[in-house]
């Protein structure tokens, strides 16, 4: 784990459901409250997904829990938030959404000097068969693995 960097949510079903092709990290804009929740890890984000409009990066199916210890003045829990990236990684991004089959997929949050920050990944779905093929890829390496240590044991 690099330095000033702590990992507060991380998306697993969305690697297990999509391949990740590239990745970017951005911020995000949260209100007051939202921060505070997102430190807590109150947040839920398995259908979430981002998409660019007016030349803007917007995470929707993000639910930050509303914050216990604040008065009336709470946030709205899903509504959308808007991430924060120089335009030219914009134009990048809309130009690999626009192929078929890509979406952009938030990986995971994490605070990076005191700020949040996401993951963003542009993703493309797997097939029922490409899902098997990674189980099993990944149960043969874990059988090496143990063989190997077996070997240096004895």
Known sequence: MAEGRKILAQNKK????????????????????EVKSFRGG???FPDAFAEIRNGEVWV?????????????FNHDPDRPKKLLLHRDEIKRLARKVDEKGC?????????????????????????QFDKRADI??????RDLQREFRKGLQG
Do not use: M, W
């Not at 969305?14 to 409250?33: F, P």
């Not at 997929?105 to 996401?118: A, H, M, S, T």
């Open 136 to 141: 099993r890829d990944r149960d043969v390496k």
């Open 103 to 127: 979406t952009l997929i938030p990986l995971d949050f994490y605070l990076k000097n005191g700020r949040i920050k996401v993951t963003l990944g542009v993703c493309r779905g797997k097939k």
């Open 60 to 72: 929707r199916g993000l639910h930050v829990a509303e914050y216990s210890f604040s008065s009336v």
């Open 14 to 33: 969305a690697r297990y459901n999509y391949t990740i092709e590239d990745s970017l990290e951005c911020g995000i804009v949260l209100e007051g409250t």
């Open 42 to 44: 109150n947040i839920s």
